[in-house]
């Protein structure tokens, strides 16, 4: 596979052909730790070195990676109808979630998207500010208690994890995540993990074959089904009357008066998916705004001087450490994208973290700067939802949760840095601290 000294390859074996430059066979086997350890550094590092359109040296699937805005609009927006969802991340993900809407690929989608919508209308949306707010006031109360005595430490990750998690289960149960809720998202956070997990191991050992990571990801997924079936029953017990208003996304979820009604395993996918989509890239995305406004104190006075500069900060925050880190697509017919022909059946991968340091639209791309976004969002460049029909369905809610949350709590906080220097980026699921990040939390006066 590796590249002969006559010149470039023209096809990495099964008959795939070469289209566009990469990195070298030899050089990506040796790495494959590195690529797995590091693999924000890796992208960027291969992204320097071959340009905006790359292909790996990976025979089956061809292998392609598009970092330039207008090469990521083509992918998720121009030649969406020859883009599909069955890629490696988004199987692995379907372990999880079934064919939920974020997994389900455009057959089963349309008509999937077309129900579910209505739940992120407008009124459902401003019913999570409500759960924000008590969310808010229990936050506030915790943190009241460990600064009686002066300033504290909070690992700030864990504390907006929870947040986030209190939030979602409000959102989607009406409830505390107490008792089954409780239960169904820590089977679901184990079996995510699980998957990163197996997606991350060097040998890919089907799943039939009972290893020991195999058969505690499939005790949790038993567990995720069975947690389920006793929200759902509880609910439908609950004879929700048919006039009565949506109380949470459950009820959206079992409403009997759509036209297809979602059978008990649509539900539960996609009540796994939302959990998977909807708690973890909130709470990063706000673990890393309390990062930047950290190091960046004049962002943080002047937020703290005007609250209505949440949503800026936030929205930078996305660009710098966008949680969907990658997204990915399989190709349905060759199409050109940047000059570059992409056969049918290719994998290509957008990531986010590199359109968006991407010198064609961002100025100065690897500073903390909210004011680029005092008019709104570029129309090139910036994902952190994606872009095109499959869009976020949650990109308003969460961007409400959250500037509601990082306005908040920068009036009636100083959460301040602790240790200066680079703080070391575990990319997963999303992006996270690897260790953490402790800051020291005290009110203001
Ligand atoms: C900061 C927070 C969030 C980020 C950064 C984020 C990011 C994304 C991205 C990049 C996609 C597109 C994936 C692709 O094109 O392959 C997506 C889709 C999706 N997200 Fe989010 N998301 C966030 C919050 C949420 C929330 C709060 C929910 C739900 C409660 C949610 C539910 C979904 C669903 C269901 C999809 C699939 C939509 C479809 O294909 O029709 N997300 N999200």
Sequence with gaps: MSRKPSGPPTRYGWN???????????????????????????????????????????????????????????VLVNLNRDMG????????????????????????????????????????????????????????????????????LVDIDQEMMSLALEITGKTLFGVDL????QELTDATIDALHGVIDKAQSLLPIPMFVPTPKHLRMKRAIKRLNRAVDAIVDLRRQDLIHP?????????????????????????????????????????????????????????????QADPSRAA?????????????????????????????????????????????????????????QPDRFADGAPQLGYIPFGAGPRLCIGRDMARLEATQIVAHLSQAWNIEPVHSGEVVIEASVTLRPASGLVMRISPRG
Excluded: C
């Design 312 to 368: 800026r900060v936030f929205d930078e925050a996305l660009r710098l450490f966008p949680p969907a880190w990658v997204i990915t697509r399989r190709v349905l017919q060759d199409v050109e994208i940047e000059g570059h022909v992409i056969p049918k059946n290719a994998m290509v991968i957008v990531s986010p973290w590199l359109v968006h340091r991407h010198p064609d639209v961002w100025s100065d791309p690897l500073t903390f």
């Design 243 to 303: 006039d009565a208003p949506i109380r949470d996304m459950l009820d959206v979820l079992l409403d009997p008066d759509v036209d297809t009604p979602l059978t008990q395993q649509q539900v539960r996918d996609e009540i796994a998916t939302f959990i998977v989509a909807g708690h973890e890239t909130v709470a990063s995305a706000l673990t890393w705004s309390w990062h930047l406004l950290g190091a960046y104190p004049a962002e943080a006075r002047a937020l």
């Design 85 to 152: 969802k069955r890629t490696v991340q988004y199987t692995s993900l379907s372990l999880v979630t079934g064919e939920g809407l974020l997994t389900a690929d455009t057959q089963a989608w349309k008509p999937r998207r077309r129900m579910l919508q209505p739940a992120f209308h407008h009124d459902m949306v401003s019913l999570v500010s409500g759960h924000v707010t008590t969310a808010l006031a229990h936050l506030d109360q915790k943190w009241a208690a460990l600064t009686v005595d002066g300033p504290a």
């Design 16 to 74: 795939t052909p070469v289209t566009a430059p990469g990195p070298d066979g030899s050089s990506l086997l040796r790495r494959v730790r590195e690529v797995i350890a590091e693999p924000l550094a890796y992208l960027e590092e291969v992204w320097a070195a071959h340009g905006d359109v790359i292909q790996f040296p990976i025979p089956k699937p061809a292998t392609y990676l598009v970092s330039s805005p207008s090469g990521a609009r083509d």
């Design 178 to 181: 107490s008792g089954e809720a």
